[in-house]
């Protein structure tokens, strides 16, 4: 029997999330709703122009695991955080949640990443992220017997952006397929994905990834096509199985031939999209993980994502096992 | 003219909030919607018990200044914190918030104060509070220049927890009662009123204090009573100003023989009460140091406190000032 349902590799990250409007992002040359890698001085420059913020945990994949645990199946997360509060508080939290973390943290400098998140009046988000910390994941930080023991491992795009993040995903990659076990990963961003697409679509031939994520700009990004359509047929072509999502439009699955759409859970007010696709991800590994079907999964997916979207960060604080049972998906 | 509207000062604090039902705090003895004080010991044991959490500043003053600062008015504030990531996100904050914030930060231990949050699904909350760099807040932290220039120094009876803020606080009566100014303070919880009750009683009574700000709880403990009209009548004999609330039920302004009730704002949905008697205080003093009139200042105290317990934490998002506006109060 395994003992996870899904394992989760990924920037372990705080997030700290303001309020801002639109020319503040043109004045400050942010990419709206992409993610944007900061160094310290602009890390430094950006929080003296942030208006009063909150601090959450998050971290695409840290914020996934949480919601694996929150719908009940049992999750595990590697991480790299830094012996300081920040890091301590990365720690409780997922810890809290019921993931299994026990990634050492790093004794010395760079501190705990954080990413500044500034929402606009729209809901969107848009990420400012100082990796700190984050840098030092490598090879070292796998827990073999973890990695060998979860149906399904499941890491970032953005892990990409660390030196020596990718050794540890081979690694990974290579126990868990050993073990019968099934690879997976998200696109994260299509600023990311233009950084590294070769090496993401090598993954994906080679065998490497057997699940992926991907959101339509992601997708677009990946094919460098502006055809939606085009691109998923390719990323089906490309992968056993994909999910990728289309904000208000809902998700699409493709196995092989097989194309599902589901259809997203109408929101009236967007408060903030942090964690979005993050808990579409959750919800799908959740259900995936417990041998539901893809439809059941994408509705898992659709229903965490939209219930993140109407609170501030990418963390619930409700019960999503309560919430799958009373909106009648399982 | 002067510099600031409202000086406030208070324990420099940044909150830890989570959810958890009415059994937890019954097993772990924390008395439901009081500030409980504790140690390192008592502050690692509640933490690893506490489920995921948000943070956000707090300290009771604290939020008052930013509230304060949200309705237009210029404030400052006096507030020990020590020089880490908690200091630095308390800092940032209150200054992004446009309060006037330089207390010298202590360069050594004990940390950052934080004070962990329990909300209950009633939206009652329940403190636990670890003072760190707190208890070093004295004499020597009283910037004499702004303590002269603000119309109304506004502190909370939790700084006599602390051993020499009474100190700091004498010092800012002397100060600004020789400039024409008026001193204020909160009673801040109905223990710490037990704790300090003949100097609470002491500080009116002398006339160190011209203003009152209490709930019924906290002036029923002042006066040993149970008769909240007797109380209060008892709080107008002692006080030039004071203002009581009463949750639900609104709150009473009491003037020498003139008593003003002022109508609470109905909420449908309690979130999370931390923060509603900081910023009804916040509203009474902007309107107070603006001129208004005392029902004015008890419906902008009405209507921030009504906002502040439809969220999470007591540091609104939204502009203050707008919603007065739009409420036709001013």
């Given at each position: 029997m395994s003992q996870f349902d899904v394992l989760c590799i990924g920037n372990a990250i705080v997030d700290i999330i303001a309020r801002c409007d639109e020319t503040f992002l043109v004045d400050n040359t942010i990419i709206k709703g992409a993610m944007n890698l900061i160094d310290t001085d602009r890390a430094e420059l950006l929080y003296s122009r942030m208006g009063p913020a909150i601090e959450t945990s998050g971290g695409s994949a840290g914020n996934t695991a949480a919601g694996i645990a929150g719908f009940g199946s049992r999750s595990a997360f590697f991480g790299k955080v830094a012996e300081d509060q920040l890091g301590k508080i990365f720690s409780h939290d997922i810890r809290a949640q019921g993931v299994h973390f026990a990634t050492k943290p790093l004794e010395r400098t760079p501190p705990t990443a954080r990413s500044m998140i500034f929402v606009t009046p729209d809901g969107e988000r848009s990420m400012n992220t100082y990796l700190g910390a984050c840098?030092?994941?490598?090879?070292?930080?796998?827990e073999a017997d973890v990695v060998a023991n979860a149906k399904v491992t499941y890491f970032e795009g953005y892990l990409w952006d660390p030196p020596r993040a990718k050794e540890a995903i081979r690694l990974c990659a290579e126990i868990g397929h050993k073990n019968g076990r099934e690879m997976s990963m998200t696109l994260s961003d299509p600023f990311c994905v233009s950084r590294y697409r070769a090496e993401f679509l090598e993954l994906m031939r080679s065998g490497t990834i057997d699940i992926m994520f991907a959101n339509s700009d992601e997708v677009k990004s990946l094919y460098q096509t502006d055809d939606f359509d085009a691109a998923v047929k390719l990323l089906g072509q490309d992968c056993k199985l994909a999910a990728v999502t289309r904000s208000e439009h809902g998700s699409v699955i493709i196995r092989g031939d097989e194309r599902i759409e589901i259809e997203a859970i109408r929101v009236c007010?967007?408060?903030?999209?942090?964690?979005a696709g993050d808990l579409y991800a959750a919800g799908f590994l959740h259900g995936y993980a417990n041998g539901r079907s893809l439809e059941v999964c994408g509705k898992l997916g659709s229903l965490a994502a939209a219930l993140v979207i109407q609170q501030i960060g990418p963390r619930l604080q409700l019960s999503l096992a309560d919430a799958a049972r009373e909106a009648g998906i399982i």
């Open positions: 840098v030092e994941l490598g090879p070292d930080d796998i007010d967007v408060v903030d999209t942090t964690g």
